[in-house]
Nanobody
């Protein structure tokens, strides 16, 4: 069984930075991809960033390109999301997610494992 635990959320002013962590247990290193999703109140959950573990490549939503960086430390079974130049529209609950099979990592419906989420609030 895979378990994911996020941390690092908080409240910052626009232009600030945060680093989220996702500590994994179980067979996280065998996942096809691991992603960060976010969900703002009244909005659908959207994919923010993905690491394709088999290929070591990353992909980002257009809204965060150049500002967010996803990385992983396999020795620690930990996924990170460095968020810089934060904007009020980045506010939401951020979730760590893992897909165990080859699938479209952009869609929440394809995710096999979710963390409990960590709140990010950016004030103007």
């Amino acid at each position: 069984q895979v378990q994911l635990v996020e941390s690092g959320g908080g409240s910052v002013q626009a232009g600030g930075s945060l680093r989220l962590s996702c500590a994994g247990s179980g067979y996280t290193n065998t996942m096809y991809c691991m992603s960060w999703f976010r969900q703002a109140p009244g909005k659908e959950r959207e994919r923010v960033a993905t690491i394709y573990k088999r290929f070591g490549t990353t992909a980002y939503a257009d809204s965060v390109k150049g500002r967010f960086t996803a990385s992983q430390d396999d020795a620690k079974n930990t996924l990170y999301l460095q968020m810089n130049s934060l904007k009020p529209e980045d506010t939401g609950m951020y979730y760590c997610a893992a897909n165990s099979r080859v699938s479209n990592c952009l869609f929440p419906a394809s995710v096999n494992y979710w963390g409990q989420g960590t709140q990010v609030t950016v004030s103007s």
